[in-house]
């Protein structure tokens, strides 16, 4: 069964390899948004079986547009794991409350990059 994931974030070389791994080693179609706005735009629309989302992006954050997807009957229940450059103990905790699935630390490392992104979302084949 293929996956369907939606990538946002702000980097276009970040989108790009997360998309490169994900499509070409796991066979899952990716799509991508540049904003939160974008990726809110796209999960109402598109029918996904997980969001990559950047926590910091210039307009919507990622934490403003999770919350925004939390509160669209639409797009509550797609799981949503966040994407972070800088994880402290006390940021992950904090995450760990806003009903997200888990924590991908960029940078991360693309050859591991599709086992972190199953395990995280429960996919595990």
Known sequence: MTKRVLVVDDEADIRAVIQGCLEDIAGWEVLTATS???GLQIAVKEQL????MDVSMPGMGGLE???KLQENAITQTIPVALLTAKALAEEQEEFASLGIVGLIVKPFDPMTLVEQVASVFGWES
Request: negative net charge.
């Open 36 to 38: 939160g706005e974008q």
């Open 49 to 52: 079986d997980g969001i990559l």
């Open 65 to 67: 547009a999770l919350q």
